[in-house]
């Protein structure tokens, strides 16, 4: 386990796992951007302290 990874991210468009992490937004750190390899879309995930209510 890993505690500066994020577990599993899913492709909000098609679903996939298949995603590439890319650089975090400047001054956003609680924004993550992420590639996926599925669809080829670029999508943000946003950081809850470690924390992701309705899960
Ligand atoms: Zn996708």
Redesign the pocket.
């Known amino acids: 386990m890993s505690d500066s990874e994020d577990p599993t991210v899913e492709?909000?468009?098609?679903?996939?796992a298949?995603?590439d992490k890319e650089s975090a937004f400047g001054s956003e750190i609680s924004k993550t951007q992420y590639y996926?390899?599925?669809?080829?879309?670029v999508?943000e995930r946003i950081k809850y302290d470690g924390k992701q209510p309705g899960e």
């Open positions: 492709c909000p468009h098609c679903g996939s298949d995603v996926c390899n599925g669809c080829h879309t999508f």
